[in-house]
């Protein structure tokens, strides 16, 4: 089974340009979660998608936002891109659906992320 | 909110030896999920084991283990006969145990380093 795969893997642009990045799941894998990295604030959660509707979102200006196609692909989008907007954006994929009160673990695969770098 | 706290930013030993990385966290929940995770250099993360917080009993993963100590929240990872592919960063994390969270909140890492 194909794991997770984010495209492109490396991306440059300038400060006030805007960008988009794709993250295709791991096949019937119905959560896309999307987290920045960056040496200074390491590891930080932006937003998480299940069945085409945003579940989570985290704290983040309005300028990153994301969606979720109805074959559980999904985009992120940055406008106005700022110099500290360059990092390593991760997605992650797992089956997690509804629960019904038992505990039910599904394990979150990451994919190689995409490296934006704005100048 | 939950915070996670890695106190080591970096941490080397000898090859074949044992490491223990150590992980603090505050939370007011009683169900959740603790993770380690390895980020080698090629920056793919990999899930490296998990404890359910409502389970006693440390997690084991062949040469991985933790001491999980729930009152303490304190969540330790050690590596034992350390071989040299385990060089990379470790992340700790943490995930509420609710109906679809998937948000998993990171320490900022431990640099492992394997001396041969």
């Known amino acids: 089974k194909a794991g997770v795969t984010q495209t492109p893997r490396y991306l440059i642009k300038t400060r006030g340009q805007q960008v988009t990045l794709s993250c295709s799941p791991i096949s019937g894998h119905r959560s896309v979660s999307w987290y920045q990295q960056t040496p200074g604030q390491g590891l930080q959660f932006l937003f998480e998608y299940f069945s085409e509707t945003q579940r989570n979102k985290g704290n983040f200006p309005g300028r990153f936002s994301g969606r979720q196609f109805s074959n559980s692909r999904s985009e992120m989008n940055v406008s106005t891109l700022e110099l500290g907007d360059s990092a390593l954006y991760l997605c992650a994929s797992s089956l997690d659906g509804l629960r019904t009160g038992t505990k039910l673990y599904n394990e979150q695969f990451f994919g190689p992320g995409t490296r934006l770098t704005v100048l | 909110a939950q915070t996670v706290t890695q106190s080591q930013p970096e941490m080397s030993v000898q090859e074949a030896e044992t490491v223990t990385l150590s992980c603090t966290y505050d939370?007011?929940?009683?169900?959740?999920?603790l993770f380690w995770y390895k980020q080698p250099p090629s920056r793919q993360m990999i899930l490296v084991i998990r404890q359910e917080a409502y389970k006693q009993q440390n997690a084991t993963e062949n040469r991985f283990s933790v001491n999980f100590q729930k009152a303490a929240k304190s969540f330790s990872l050690k590596i034992s006969d350390s071989q040299l592919g385990d060089a990379a960063m470790y992340f700790c994390?943490?995930?509420?145990?609710?109906?679809?969270?998937?948000?998993?909140?990171f320490g900022q890492g431990t640099r492992l380093t394997i001396n041969p």
């Open positions: 994390a943490y995930r509420s145990d609710g109906e679809g969270a998937q948000k998993l909140v």
């Open positions: 939370t007011s929940e009683s169900d959740y999920y």
